[in-house]
C-alpha cells in the first residue's frame, strides 16, 4: 500500500543475528509494520533498508536506527557483525530529512515507561514498593551480547548515556572462578562479562564444566536451556546455576555502580529465557551478597522487560525528542 508522505519514522533495531525494521507514527509503534530481516541474507544496513523502504512504500520523515555496538559521533560499528554506520548514509538509505544511531541499549531505556502494559515482568521486588519517578533506572541487556544502559530523569528530559560495560573484567571471588575467567582468555586474551553473559557464554561455561570433570563436549546454547528445563542434563543444570549466579553478581555490581532506585530492567532473548529461573538458581543471593551493604540492595527491584520490540518503541520515543 502507498502511504501518505512525510507521516511517518522510520525505526529499526540491528541484532547480532537480525534487524528488525518498523514504522512509527509520533511514539506510537506501528507493530503490524514490524519486519524481521536474516544479518547473513545482507552486506549491510542500506540492503535492508532499501528492502523495507520497497515494501511499505513509504517517504519518512526521519529515521532512528539501535545497533548492538558503539556508537560516537554519528558513527557506528557493530560489535558481533562486520557491518559500519553513519547518520549522513542512514538518511540517505531511509530517504530521510533526519536520522540519528543510538545503541541498542540505549534505545531500550528511551522506552521505559512507553511500552503496553504487562510489558514488564518483576522479580525481585524493592523493600519500598513507592520509588520516585524521576529515579535512575537501569537496563541489562543479555543476549547476543552484554551491555547495559543507564536512565537519568532530569529537568531537560531524559538522558540515556552510552556504554560498553559488556567489555569489562569477569568478577571473580572463588578459585573455581578464577580457572573459569582463565578459560575465557583463551578467547581474544581476556576475561569479559560478555564472554559469559550471552548466549554463546553459556556455551563456554558448559564446555569449561566439562574440561574440569575430565569429561570434555561441547553443546548449543538451546540444547542447554533445553537439557536444563527437561532435567536430562545434570551439566547443562550446573552451567544454568553458575550463569544465573554470575549474573547476580554483576548486576548487583552494577547497580551499586548507578543506584537505579527506579528498578533494574533486563532485556535481550536470553535474559528472558532465564528470568523464570532466577528464583530457583538463586539470582536474588548473589545479587544481595554484598557483605555490609547487602541489606541496602533491597532498595533495587529487579525486572525483564518481555517486549521484543523495545528498543523499536524506545528509537520512536527518541525521534519525539529530537523533532
Not at 85 to 93: P, R
Not at 263 to 275: E, I, K, L, Y
Amino acid at each position: 500500500m502507498t502511504r501518505p508522505a512525510d507521516t511517518y519514522s522510520l525505526v529499526a533495531d540491528i541484532g547480532g543475528t537480525n534487524t528488525r525494521v518498523a514504522l512509527a507514527e509520533g511514539t506510537r509503534l506501528l507493530k503490524d509494520t514490524v519486519t524481521r530481516y536474516a544479518n547473513v541474507d545482507h552486506a549491510g544496513l542500506e540492503s535492508v533498508l532499501k528492502a523495507y523502504i520497497a515494501s511499505q512504500d513509504v517517504t519518512c520523515k526521519a529515521a532512528c536506527v539501535a545497533l548492538a555496538g558503539p556508537v560516537k559521533d554519528g558513527r557506528g560499528s557493530m560489535t558481533n557483525l562486520d557491518w559500519e554506520l553513519d547518520e549522513a548514509t542512514l538518511a540517505q538509505a531511509a530517504h530521510s530529512e533526519t536520522a540519528y544511531l543510538l545503541n541498542d541499549l540505549q534505545a531500550q531505556g528511551h522506552a521505559l515507561g512507553a511500552l503496553p502494559e504487562g510489558a514488564v515482568t518483576q522479580l525481585v521486588a524493592a523493600q519500598d514498593k513507592d520509588h520516585d519517578p524521576m529515579a535512575t533506572k537501569l537496563v541489562i541487556g543479555v543476549g547476543t551480547g552484554f551491555n547495559i544502559a543507564p536512565v537519568y530523569e532530569t529537568r531537560w528530559g531524559r538522558h540515556v548515556p552510552p556504554s560498553e560495560s559488556g567489555h569489562a573484567n569477569l568478577p571473580l571471588r572463588s578459585q573455581d572462578e578464577l580457572r573459569l575467567a582463565q578459560y575465557f582468555e583463551t578467547a581474544h586474551g581476556f576475561p569479559a562479562v560478555e564472554d559469559m553473559m550471552s548466549g554463546r557464554g553459556l556455551e563456554r561455561v558448559y564446555a569449561w564444566l566439562g574440561i574440569e570433570a575430565g569429561d570434555p563436549r561441547e553443546a548449543f546454547a538451546a540444547d542447554i536451556m533445553a537439557g536444563f528445563e527437561n532435567g536430562t542434563d545434570p551439566r547443562a543444570e550446573q552451567a544454568a546455576a553458575l550463569f544465573v549466579r554470575m549474573l547476580g553478581t554483576v548486576a548487583g555490581n552494577l547497580s551499586l555502580i548507578h543506584l537505579p532506585f527506579g528498578g533494574v530492567f533486563f532485556s535481550g532473548g536470553v535474559a528472558r529465557a532465564f528470568s523464570r529461573h532466577f528464583g530457583p538458581l538463586g539470582f536474588s543471593d548473589a545479587f544481595r551478597d554484598k557483605g555490609r551493604f547487602a541489606g541496602f540492595m533491597g532498595n533495587f527491584e529487579v525486572g525483564v522487560i518481555e517486549d521484543d520490540y523495545a528498543a523499536l518503541t524506545g528509537c520512536a520515543n527518541y525521534l519525539a525528542t529530537m523533532n
